[in-house]
């Protein structure tokens, strides 16, 4: 059955024999079993997903693309139930096989303030284990997926914001508004996973810079680095750049193209996967210094006198 996948979308048919020999090679040098290869196979079918307020997906039946648009007023601050949502789309676009995602969000001026300051001030360690695991998941889901992503921002994107846009392979934003990630600048230590996406992103050293300084761009200053692709003057010309960027795999073999990402980003996924406890005990240990939650606390304070 594996092996009688059709690349609909694509004029690239590669034949059973070719197929068996590809299989062969792909999942020796990943050690990968069938089962976890079969999900890089390409695109066949697609679905209306059950709708979640938090996150909505539209799958367009013509393109195969979906528009998955974080709904959570007013700022779509990253709360547990937010990744939750997130990582459940995200299992659903995977065994789905849909030929592309665009995230995007429902608020006006904002793509995503980041993670909710709520689960990180005076935390309870179960939520926050949860919270910080679904985080984790929701990366190694989105950084890792077989499809192609592309992040169309539509508004400010700081600290995780940022991070989710620069987890996708693509990103348009519209101008005037604010991107990068400013965790220094709650006293807050970026994680692994966060500056492996970073370095994917930018040079090295734009990576160093960006992380210490906790700089947040403007549109154009994103664009001069490279934290950003394109820009486009409204959201829904956002969302048809990243189209027009996922339309492009259209001519290219969906399997060569998710076994090269796939092989592109294995190093970073590895890496976190071989750390997920270790990576939270840090995290959490940064995170209950009396000054760091005291700054968390300021700066909370400080949003709310706006
Ligand atoms: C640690 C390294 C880590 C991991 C990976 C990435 C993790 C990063 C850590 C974080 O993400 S920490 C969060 C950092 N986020 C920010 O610094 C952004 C803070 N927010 C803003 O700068 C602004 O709100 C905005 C530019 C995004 C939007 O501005 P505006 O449209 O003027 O809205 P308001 O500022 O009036 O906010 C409306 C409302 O929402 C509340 N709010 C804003 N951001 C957050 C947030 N991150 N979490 C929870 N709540 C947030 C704000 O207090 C307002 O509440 P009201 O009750 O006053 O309506």
Redesign the pocket.
Known sequence: MLLTLFESHTHFFLSMFQKMILTKIISNTLSLHKKQLIEWLPAVRYFSSPTNPLVNVDVNDKSGIAVVTMNRK??N??SLELFEAMSKALDDLENNRIRGAILTSSCP??FS??????E?YQPDKKRFKAFWTT?QDVWLKLYGSSFPTAAAIN??A????C?LAISCEYRVMCPDY?IG???T??G????I??RASMRNTVSNREAEKALTLGTLYSTEDALKIGLIDEIAIYKVKAIERCENFLAQFNNVSSIARSFTKRSLRQKDLEELENCREEDFNI?WSNLIEPSVQKQIGD??QS??K?
Not at 113 to 118: R, V, Y
């Open positions: 007013p700022v601050g990253l001026t904002v303030a980041g993670l909710d300051l709520n990180l985080f508004g400010h700081p600290a995780g914001g991070f604010k990630l400013n965790e600048r709650l807050i230590i970026a994680p996973f966060l995290f700066y909370m949003l709310k706006k």
